[in-house]
């Protein structure tokens, strides 16, 4: 489903893209594909206009301290 997101991101299809990176995201924030899903998810839900969503999901990433180039997303989301 990480590949499908991907897939979805380069057609643009933002809606199926929130779809695959949501399914690709695993429970435990220890998985390696965490961080990826979640990133993926967070910028299909900016893609989408739900900017507080989006924001959500940044935070979470960056929080996680598994991506920390996820707080320049966040930065930019909470200024809007």
């Known amino acids: 489903a990480l590949l499908l ?6 057609t643009g299809e933002a809606d199926r893209r929130l779809e695959a990176f949501t399914r690709a995201t695993p429970a ?3 998985d390696p594909l965490w961080s990826a899903a979640t990133l993926g998810r967070a910028e299909a839900l900016a893609a989408l206009g739900r900017a507080e969503d989006a924001l ?10 598994q ?3 996820a707080w320049v ?7 809007l």
């Open 5 to 10: 997101g991907r897939v979805y991101t380069r």
């Open 28 to 30: 435990d924030p220890a």
């Open 56 to 65: 959500r999901a940044y935070q979470t990433v960056a929080e996680s301290g």
């Open 67 to 69: 991506a920390p180039a």
């Open 73 to 79: 997303p966040v930065a930019r989301l909470q200024m």
